[in-house]
T-cell receptor, first 114, second 114 residues
Framework: DSGVTQTPKHLITATGQRVTLRCSPRSGDLSVYWYQQSLDQGLQFLIQYYNGEERAKGNILERFSAQQFPDLHSELNLSSLELGDSALYFCASSVAGLAKNIQYFGAGTRLSVL | TQLLEQSPQFLSIQEGENLTVYCNSSSVFSSLQWYRQEPGEGPVLLVT?????EVKKLKRLTFQFGDARKDSSLHITAAQPGDTGLYLCAGAGISGGSNYKLTFGKGTLLTVNP
């Protein structure tokens, strides 16, 4: 158990819909990262928050947004969903904000867009 | 274009055999990490290498960072069924860029048969 909690584990929805994925980081970790994993693209960095502020952005679509709340949990919002958004979405957390710091990954949310 | 190329993509071997997987790039990284991911779980960090030419050992696993910090290898001695999983390399600070995000390779899926 990494200590990072992601909910829900599975999500099935239809094209055009909007969903919210939730992540609770390990106790004491200030940094939260979101990743998307698909068979063709592999694991892709989406966005990082550190202590409530956005720190780094990767290949995140404009239809996707995220935030980190004062209690340090984070949410990833995916809207106007397309079939191609079906993937595993992982959240990771670390104490500090550098990528070389140990990142602890949650078990992921499997999103299926039908 | 994949910034980090991993090879081979798939590897199936018998228990007790040795193996090496490779992670190559045309870009320089400030640090490189290896993760292992098992089905239904998030990646788990195995090692971080920072210095060109650095070698780190973790029991039967040996990790090497290339002198020019553009490539890395993971060698497993006397593989066991418990080593089965997806091995991912990830680099930070590509070509002097952001140290806040990781770029992942697509992974090597290793199966060790008893």
């Amino acid at each position: 158990d990494s200590g990072v909690t992601q909910t829900p584990k599975h999500l099935i929805t239809a094209t055009g819909q909007r969903v919210t994925l939730r992540c609770s980081p390990r106790s004491g970790d200030l940094s939260v990262y979101w990743y998307q994993q698909s068979l063709d693209q592999g694991l892709q960095f989406l966005i990082q928050y550190y202590n409530g502020e956005e720190r780094a952005k990767g290949n995140i679509l404009e239809r996707f947004s995220a935030q980190q709340f004062p209690d340090l949990h984070s949410e990833l919002n995916l809207s106007s969903l397309e079939l191609g958004d079906s993937a595993l979405y992982f959240c990771a957390s670390s104490v500090a904000g550098l990528a070389k710091n140990i990142q602890y990954f949650g078990a992921g949310t499997r999103l299926s867009v039908l | 274009t994949q910034l980090l190329e991993q090879s081979p993509q798939f590897l199936s071997i018998q228990e007790g055999e040795n193996l090496t997987v490779y992670c190559n790039s045309s870009s320089v990284f400030s640090s490189l990490q290896w993760y292992r991911q098992e089905p239904g779980e998030g990646p788990v960090l195995l090692v971080t290498v920072v210095t060109g030419g650095e070698v780190k050992k973790l029991k039967r696993l040996t990790f090497q960072f290339g002198d020019a910090r553009k490539d890395s290898s993971l060698h497993i001695t006397a593989a066991q069924p418990g080593d089965t999983g997806l091995y991912l390399c990830a680099g930070a600070g590509i070509s002097g860029g952001s140290n806040y995000k990781l770029t992942f390779g697509k992974g090597t899926l290793l199966t060790v048969n008893p």
